[in-house]
């Protein structure tokens, strides 16, 4: 039940960047690069787990997969200057 938890709550500490990125249209001093990189080393947890069908890091890497992806999103869309 803990990990479960932790596997949720952990994801939810973004939301405060997403909403930064999203409500003030602002992604300055963001990286796309350190972001796009989060979100693609979950994908091999994801795999990980799915094939030792381990549920709570299939759970908690498909968050942290989203919330990766919505924040690189808004520094496509609102970033400026230097992506990095």
């Not at 997403?18 to 989060?38: P, R």
Request: aromatic letters at 16%.
């Amino acid at each position: 039940m803990v990990v479960y938890t932790v596997g949720i709550l952990g994801p939810l500490f973004t939301l405060p960047q997403i909403a930064k990125i999203y409500l003030y249209q602002d992604a300055a001093g963001v990286s796309l690069i350190s972001w796009a990189a989060f979100t693609v080393f979950d994908i091999p947890w994801i795999v990980y787990g799915y094939v030792h069908r381990e549920r709570p890091i299939v759970i908690t890497y498909i968050l942290w997969l989203i919330v990766n992806a919505i924040v690189c999103v808004g520094v496509l869309l609102y970033g400026k200057g230097p992506l990095l």
